[in-house]
């Protein structure tokens, strides 16, 4: 299998400030990497696919980046919404597996 | 609006099966594969399997082989997991997810999530 690792596992922000996560993957995923928002409570839901597209209705403040075994998400500029855990998932090969999560946590 | 309304929360006694449904609406039911997904504190998410409804195909993580068993009924836009011979190990929240169209393995829509609890 696939494995993802995601750092950090979790991070403080200050509104504005610009955060960074990063995921890793053991093999190349030739850019099928998703990323999840999940707010407490809640259900995850789609940001980012295929390494940098953004989901329809997602704030243009996410970003991803990448290529081979390295991808990042980038909010540019943290808001009170955007508390909440985060999780790569690659789709390249079966199974299918995501890493283990950021939390996120204003400051 | 896409919507996956997932069945409630249960708990059942070890040893014991489970069968949960998610009915799916605001979408052609048999143009996307659904994906079930386990989350757990200690394993975080894991992908269980995926079921195309217009071939009835299914594809499973091999570690929930003959643990879970997908299954969609077309008539009612209806996908199920059962989860067979239930142990604490089980006890998580699953979820159901719709398959993006032009991105095999991408879940753009979620359910609210199942919760099941074993405990005798």
């Known amino acids: 299998d696939i494995q993802m690792t995601q750092s950090p596992a979790s991070l403080s922000a200050s509104l504005g400030e610009t955060v960074s996560i990063e995921c890793l993957a053991s093999e190349g995923i030739s850019n099928d990497l998703a990323w999840y928002q999940q707010k407490s409570g809640k259900s995850p839901q789609l940001l980012i696919y295929?390494?940098?597209r953004l989901q329809d209705g997602v704030p243009s403040r996410f970003s991803g980046s990448g290529s081979g075994t390295r991808y990042s998400l980038k909010i540019s500029g943290m808001q009170p919404e955007d508390e909440a855990d985060y999780f790569c998932q690659q789709s390249y090969k079966y199974p299918y597996t995501f890493g283990a999560g950021t939390k996120l946590e204003l400051k | 609006e896409v919507k996956l309304q997932q069945s409630g929360d249960e708990l059942v006694r070890p040893g014991a099966s489970v069968k949960m449904s998610c009915k799916a609406s605001?979408?052609?039911?048999?143009?996307?594969?659904m994906h079930w997904v386990k989350q757990s504190p200690g394993q975080g998410l894991e992908w269980i399997g995926t079921i195309i409804p217009l071939i009835d195909t299914t594809s499973y993580n091999q570690k929930f082989k003959g643990k879970a068993t997908l299954t969609a009924d077309k008539s009612s836009n209806t996908a199920y997991m059962e989860l067979s011979r239930l142990t604490s190990e089980d006890s998580a929240v699953y979820y159901c997810?719709?398959?993006?169209?032009?991105?095999?393995?991408?879940?753009?829509?979620w359910g609210q999530g199942a919760s099941v609890t074993v405990s005798s």
């Open positions: 295929a390494a940098s």
């Open positions: 605001g979408y052609t039911f048999t143009d996307y594969a």
């Open positions: 997810a719709r398959d993006d169209l032009g991105w095999e393995g991408v879940m753009d829509a």
